[in-house]
Nanobody
Framework: QVQLVESGGGSVQAGGSLTLSCAAS????????MGWFRQRSSTEREGVAL????????SYVASVKGRFTISLDNAKNMVYLQIHSLKPEDTAMYYC?????????????????WGQGTQVNVSS
């Protein structure tokens, strides 16, 4: 059974940093794709960062490019999201997701497994 567990969220002031972690179990972290998504209140869940599981490529949504860094540790079955220069609009529930497809996609329907989320609150 695949399980994804996020951690590392919290409340920070604008300009601060956080590192979110996602522990994956029951999922082979080679091949396919994993991603970080977020959902702000009253909005749809959106992808913010994707990573190919062989580490060959990453992709970011324009609003976070240069501030967010996704990385993985296949040996530990961990995926990370480093967030710098946080802005109030980054406030959201952040989710780790794992795909069984052979490619990365921004669509939430492309991900079969989701964690429970970790909340990030950024105050101005």
């Amino acid at each position: 059974q695949v399980q994804l567990v996020e951690s590392g969220g919290g409340s920070v002031q604008a300009g601060g940093s956080l590192t979110l972690s996602c522990a994956a179990s029951g999922y082979t972290t080679t091949g396919n794709c994993m991603g970080w998504f977020r959902q702000r209140s009253s909005t749809e869940r959106e992808g913010v960062a994707l990573i190919w599981m062989d580490g060959r490529a990453t992709s970011y949504v324009a609003s976070v490019k240069g501030r967010f860094t996704i990385s993985l540790d296949n040996a530990k079955n961990m995926v990370y999201l480093q967030i710098h220069s946080l802005k109030p609009e980054d406030t959201a529930m952040y989710y780790c997701a794992a795909s069984t497809k052979d490619f990365c996609t921004w669509g939430v329907s492309g991900y079969s497994y989701w964690g429970q989320g970790t909340q990030v609150n950024v105050s101005s």
